[in-house]
């Protein structure tokens, strides 16, 4: 996707394969950064830090930084090492798991000095292939708005989202912005409620500037008004992205999205989640044990933005002293979603609609109480 009229992704390698590099997510909108990460504590850090955030792009990011490890020390301790750094940085993400298996699978029965190059390779690939999964979740979603939008008389289909499952999440495309991308490029009105999405504000950041880079309109909400549009049917279809599905088809996702399913539910309009099948837990039975974040308080206590002078100022919004909690995620139950988006198509939110899609996976031990 663009950025300024240029074609980007949000990680990639230099072109004589050193350093990796990334958008530095934190400075946006109001600078394009770009990082190096030369190490795998660099990249581990950007975890952290969420210089790179969204469950896929953490999965790819923990990928690379795997690969900087080998360049370093491609030793068995040297890769576990790695995984065990890089997988302690965020727990809900699964993709973050998923990503570290993956290497592991692929370069512990390798000689050592073969792991460098086929760590890099391996990280390309599953990045090329998150971008592949993103595009064609935007395939499979474009008809669900093309339903919607022929009903509506050409008047633009409104859809809300929440926090950023946008391509900057991802590789690229995003999964909840990819349908609203391939519907925009194929013509079809639409409207974006982009839910500000309080506390890091990943909607305001992150979705308005990315929506407006690639010229779909848009409307920034605060995270309260959505029940109001959604009420006053203002709103004809709920897209969100997701950091873990259970075998049972609950739903991981920025916190606060849970109430904007009650909401959508309450009236009538679909709510639909959409994710790439490395964010499927098949050995997690349902939401309940998905671990969930919690962050620090000061994120609630402070905002940062551009102040008139042009300088990124971080402020106090509380008097001194008052206590906040910060969980970053909250599970919305199954029976609230219309249904999961995927690169395969569209499923119920359940272990049968899963698993009419993944067949594969009825052999695999799924934990489905
Ligand atoms: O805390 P973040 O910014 O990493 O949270 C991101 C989200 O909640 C996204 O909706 C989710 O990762 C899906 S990204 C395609």
């Known amino acids: 996707m663009n950025i300024n009229g240029k074609a980007m992704r949000t990680i990639w390698v230099k072109p004589d394969g050193f350093p990796v590099e990334i958008i530095d997510q ?8 770009i990082v190096a990460l030369k190490t795998s ?5 950007a975890i952290q830090a969420m210089l790179v955030r969204g469950a896929p792009l953490i999965g790819v990011t923990a990928a690379y ?16 090492e790695a995984i065990e750094l890089l997988a302690a940085q965020r727990p809900t993400a699964v993709n973050l798991k998923w990503a570290l298996e ?4 692929v370069l512990s029965p390798l000689p050592v000095d073969g792991r460098p190059r086929a760590a890099f390779k391996h990280a390309a690939k599953l990045a090329t292939e998150d971008a592949d999964m993103c595009r064609r979740i935007g395939v499979n979603g474009l008809e669900i708005i093309r339903e919607i939008a022929a009903r509506k008389d050409g008047k633009p289909v409104n859809i809300l989202t929440h926090c950023n499952a946008g391509w900057l999440a991802c590789v690229d495309w995003g999964t909840a912005t990819s349908p609203i991308y391939h519907a925009h490029n194929a013509g079809i009105p639409v409207h974006v409620w982009v839910d500000e999405t309080r506390p890091r504000n990943q909607g305001a950041s992150l979705t308005a500037f990315e929506l407006a880079q690639h010229g779909v309109p848009h409307t920034l909400i605060c995270d309260n008004a959505g029940g109001h549009y959604t009420q006053r049917g203002e709103v004809d279809l709920v897209i969100v992205g997701t950091d873990r599905v259970a075998a049972n088809g609950d739903v991981a996702n920025k916190i606060g999205t849970y109430l904007k399913a009650l909401a959508a539910v309450d009236n009538g309009v679909p709510f639909y989640v959409a994710l790439p099948s490395s964010t499927i837990d098949w050995q997690m039975p ?16 402070h905002v940062s ?12 919004i509380t008097a001194p002293g008052t ?10 139950p199954a029976r609230l979603v219309t249904g999961l988006i995927t690169e395969r198509g569209v499923c119920a939110a359940s272990a049968d609609g ?3 899609l993944y067949p594969e996976r009825r052999s695999g031990g799924l934990a489905v109480a």
Request: aromatic fraction near 2%.
């Open 41 to 45: 504590d660099d990249a581990a850090y």
């Open 323 to 332: 206590p906040a909690r910060n969980p970053a995620f909250d599970v919305t």
């Open 354 to 356: 899963l698993l009419s």
């Open 305 to 316: 933005g551009r102040a008139p002078n042009g300088k990124v100022l971080s402020v106090a």
């Open 286 to 301: 349902d939401g309940a044990a998905i671990p969930i974040e919690e962050r620090s308080a000061d994120e609630v206590l």
């Open 65 to 80: 930084g795997v690969a900087l490890a080998m360049r370093d020390d491609a030793s068995d301790a040297s890769l576990e």
């Open 26 to 33: 934190t400075a946006l909108p109001h600078e394009l950064k």
């Open 102 to 105: 993956e290497m592991r699978r």
